[in-house]
């Protein structure tokens, strides 16, 4: 089974930074992505961002283009989300996801993490 594992969330005041972590084990895909998705309170779950497996190719939000970086450390098989100029608005709870057939698509991600809790205080 795939483990995926997050970490680094907190509480924040608006306009600051977090990194997010997210190591994957159990198993391994050849061309797989992966990415982040979000869910606030009383809101369904939105793609946040994805990356390729070679981390050639990156997919975000609008609402968090400029702001938001993904990236991969092949090495170590984990992914990161920086997220910058934090709002109240970015306040859910993130979650890692894997997509084995290596699609960026929102409906590519099958394999989930248990979620991190970022808060933003205005």
């Known amino acids: 089974q795939v483990q995926l594992v997050e970490s680094g969330g907190g509480l924040v005041q608006a306009g600051g930074s977090l990194r997010l972590s997210c190591s994957a084990s159990?198993?391994?895909?050849?061309?797989?992505?992966m990415g982040w998705f979000r869910q606030g309170p009383g809101k369904g779950r939105e793609f946040v961002a994805g990356i390729t497996w070679s981390g050639r190719s990156t997919s975000y939000a609008d609402s968090v283009k400029g702001r938001f970086t993904i990236s991969r450390d092949g090495a170590k098989n984990t992914i990161y989300l920086q997220m910058n100029s934090l709002k109240p608005e970015d306040t859910a709870v993130y979650y890692c996801?894997?997509?084995?057939?290596?699609?960026?698509?929102?409906?590519?991600?099958?394999?989930w993490g248990q979620g991190t809790q970022v808060t933003v205080s205005s």
């Open positions: 996801a894997g997509s084995p057939s290596g699609g960026l698509g929102p409906n590519s991600f099958n394999y």
């Open positions: 159990g198993r391994t895909f050849s061309n797989y992505a």
